[in-house]
T-cell receptor
Framework: DTAVSQTPKYLVTQMGNDKSIKCEQN?????MYWYKQDSKKFLKIMFS???????INETVPNRFSPKSPDKAHLNLHINSLELGDSAVYFC???????????????FGPGTRLTVL | QKEVEQNSGPLSVPEGAIASLNCTYS??????FFWYRQYSGKSPELIMS????GDKEDGRFTAQLNKASQYVSLLIRDSQPSDSATYLC??????????????FGAGTRLAVHP
């Protein structure tokens, strides 16, 4: 059983297009995330949702819009794609720990986005 | 100053040796620390988590945490070629609104040669 799944795995598109990436987790976690990993392999958080509520919104262009229809799903829509958006996008989920302990994050397989 | 710092490597060790990976972090309030392994073209997978000062062992892996020095390390004993990967250090930090977020280092590439 896949714990965190993403579709599509690969996405090749032209500049200016709009595209979406979907993520689903079957772990029963209440928190989901989107990360961007650039060509230098640096993994940086973009957004986080807790029970469908946006709780983390890093400095991300507003062309990126996450949506969480329920706590098991988190989608990412990107408008007006630019060359610099080319990267691998990872979805992750976690169950927030008790007190100050931070839950382990489990990552999806990633979506490699190439903007031409 | 970067929030989580790691040497990018590559760190090259012979098979059977101990590989030592190091990480420093800037936020003294951080309470949770993680090591992820990422093979090329794959997603990060958790190897170790550590929350208290000292050592934590799991098989061939030992995580070490020193909060006073803001330092966390990962030791891999009896290194195998299959351990060759990028190792990401991740530290929780408080974000806006009091919610925690995980900050990753740039990763250290480990190469274990036969």
């Amino acid at each position: 059983d896949t714990a965190v799944s993403q579709t599509p795995k690969y996405l090749v598109t032209q500049m200016g297009n709009d595209k979406s990436i979907k993520c689903e987790q079957n772990l029963g976690h209440d928190t989901m995330y989107w990360y961007k990993q650039d060509s230098k392999k640096f993994l940086k958080i973009m957004f986080s949702y807790n029970n469908k509520e946006l709780i983390i919104n890093e400095t991300v262009p507003n062309r990126f819009s996450p949506k969480s229809p329920d706590k098991a799903h988190l989608n990412l829509h990107i408008n007006s794609l630019e060359l610099g958006d080319s990267a691998v996008y990872f979805c992750a989920s976690s169950q927030e720990g008790a007190g100050y302990y931070y839950g382990t994050q489990y990552f999806g397989p990633g979506t490699r986005l190439t903007v031409l | 100053q970067k929030e989580v710092e790691q040497n990018s490597g590559p760190l090259s060790v012979p098979e059977g040796a101990i590989a030592s990976l190091n990480c420093t972090y800037s936020d003294r309030g951080s309470q949770s620390f993680f090591w992820y392994r990422q093979y090329s073209g794959k997603s990060p997978e958790l190897i170790m988590s550590i929350y208290s000062n000292g050592d934590k062992e799991d098989g061939r892996f030992t995580a070490q945490l020193n909060k006073a020095s803001q330092y966390v390390s990962l030791l891999i004993r009896d290194s195998q070629p299959s351990d060759s990967a990028t190792y990401l250090c991740a530290v929780n930090m408080e974000g806006r609104g009091g919610y925690n977020k995980l900050i990753f280092g740039a990763g250290t590439r480990l190469a274990v040669h036969p």
